[in-house]
């Protein structure tokens, strides 16, 4: 048999060597076809992932509660963003965070959405604000984050729609000074069980500490916005909230029984307790109430392992103060259908506005869906902040298929607009009769409430922040010139006398 001159000597097209090499080129280019024809976007497309680790982290994004600050709640898409945050520095827009390769993090790898969960820091290097509760995300656990990104990677529907850009004022619209925050104040730390408590109390402490992000908003912030490490979940401003002491003390949830709190994440209400409105309203209704019970059961015997944190003016339990009273009966016929000026005690404000659903001696309806307001956390407590916020803004939260809503009375109401003077005096009738009465209420309380609670330190500060920075940058280049100046005199001279 004559041999092809193109073929190498000893080579047959039939071998099956022949055909090996064959079969590997064939591979290897129809290979760098389809990755050069690829999208670059889908080159970095994350790995599939198994359908049980994406349900897991469905289940733990509700344990931390994203879709609240991530899901705009007028008609947003889910976590889409745009939902406006409003802190003591600044309104914070939350970003977009579905796989969206163009608005959201869809390429982000798993080592960068970590980092952005833990530390704060974008895949892009800047720097998150503590909004987003990294500094409590900093806890979670590697299996835990890797779920959470299956979740949002595979789990999530992308939305190519970026949410408007957070513009907080100098200096806090400069993100790098975020770094020297963290080094402050970021205990950048896995969570480790203590070897010397249950198994439920340290599942629960990771679910409060971690995911549910507890302290954020009950522990007490410093002059820079951190935490108050030692009154851990004795309290803190939230706005124009506050959120109360949470942990054992009388004051606290001492006297609450585990089943009360139990109904209390799952619900919002517990007679003879507490209804939650505003921040805590929202955690329940997005996040508590779709937990397991027995996740929800561990947080609670957490909570009671916590060091109670003694609040000097609230001694006795909120639930101690307050009993029926009511000044109806001498209120009739005082005044006319028309007579709106008449409508400036707290008395008569309150029959006006309260007394069709909470009764006029504050009881509340029969089966407390409009709960009575005296053994009441919100006319107990020594901070009237969540009493006027309730007036002001009302009360709306969703448990299962049923509805609780109590009508604002602030300039967006639809019922009856009140100025600060009346709710003021409204919520001081409130309090005397029902509620604590060694705490009253200024207008001024109710127009601090309604433009969004205290300013922090770093607030009040802000408007002399940016002519201070110049002074001081002037002072440091004034300093350099001056420096300069010496040298090349120094200089001069020195060559003078060498002449």
Not at 149 to 160: I, K, N, Q, R, S
Request: hydrophobic share 40%; proline share 6%.
């Amino acid at each position: 048999m004559e041999r092809d001159d193109a073929v190498a000597p000893g080579v047959s097209l039939t071998g099956a060597w022949w055909q090996s090499l064959l079969q590997r080129l064939l591979l290897v280019t129809l290979l760098l076809a389809y990755w050069f024809g690829m999208p670059a976007d889908a080159q970095t497309a994350p790995a599939p992932a198994d359908a049980t680790l994406v349900e897991r982290g469905r289940y733990l994004a509700i344990a931390g509660d994203c879709a609240a600050c991530h899901t705009n709640t007028n008609a947003g898409k889910p976590f889409a963003g745009g939902y406006s945050i409003q802190s003591p520095l600044g309104v914070i827009v939350a970003t977009n965070i579905t796989p969206s390769k163009t608005a959201g993090i869809g390429h982000y790898t798993e080592a960068q959405f970590a980092r952005a969960l833990r530390q704060g820091v974008r895949a892009d290097g800047s720097h998150l604000y503590p909004a987003m509760p990294y500094t409590a995300y900093t806890q979670l656990t590697d299996d835990d984050t890797r779920a959470l990104y299956a979740y949002f990677m595979h789990g999530v529907a992308p939305v190519d729609e970026a949410p408007t850009a957070t513009g907080l004022p100098f200096p806090f619209n400069v993100r790098a000074s975020m770094a020297v925050w963290n080094l402050m104040f970021l205990d950048d730390r896995r969570f480790v069980p203590d070897g010397s408590r249950s198994q439920q109390v340290n599942r629960g402490a990771y679910l409060a500490n971690a995911l549910a992000h507890c302290g954020t908003c009950h522990t007490p912030r410093n002059a820079l916005m951190a935490e108050r490490g030692r009154r851990f979940l004795a309290g803190g401003q939230v706005g124009a909230y506050y959120a109360p002491n949470i942990t054992p003390d009388a004051g606290g949830i001492g006297r609450w029984s585990d089943a009360e709190l139990l109904a209390y994440l799952r619900t919002g209400h517990v007679v003879g307790r507490s209804q939650a409105s505003g921040p805590m309203a929202e955690a329940v209704e997005k996040s508590f109430q779709h937990l397991a019970v027995e996740d929800l059961s561990a947080i609670v015997a957490y909570l009671k392992t916590v060091p109670p944190q003694v609040e000097p003016r609230q001694a006795r339990s909120t639930a101690d103060y307050g009993k029926p009273s009511q000044l109806e009966p001498a209120l009739r016929g005082t005044s006319g259908p028309n007579e709106r000026d008449s409508l400036g005690s707290g008395a008569a404000l309150f029959s006006g506005n309260c007394a069709s659903c909470h009764q006029p001696d504050g009881s509340g309806s029969r089966s407390q869906f409009y709960p009575a307001l005296f053994g009441n956390t919100t006319t107990g407590s020594v901070h009237a902040d969540n009493l006027v916020a309730a007036i002001l803004f009302g009360v709306e939260r969703t448990v299962g298929s049923r509805q609780v809503l109590m009508p604002r009375f602030d300039k967006d109401s639809r019922v009856n607009q009140l100025s600060d003077a009346q709710i003021a005096d409204l919520a001081n009738y409130v309090l005397g009769q029902f509620g604590n009465p060694a705490v009253s209420v200024r207008a001024e309380d109710v127009a601090q409430t309604r433009a969004g609670g205290p300013r922090p330190f770093l607030a009040k500060v802000q408007p002399v922040m940016a002519p201070v920075a110049a002074a001081a940058a002037l002072l440091v280049l004034a300093a350099l010139g001056w420096r300069a100046v010496r040298r090349r005199r120094g200089a001069a001279s020195a060559r003078a006398k060498h002449a």
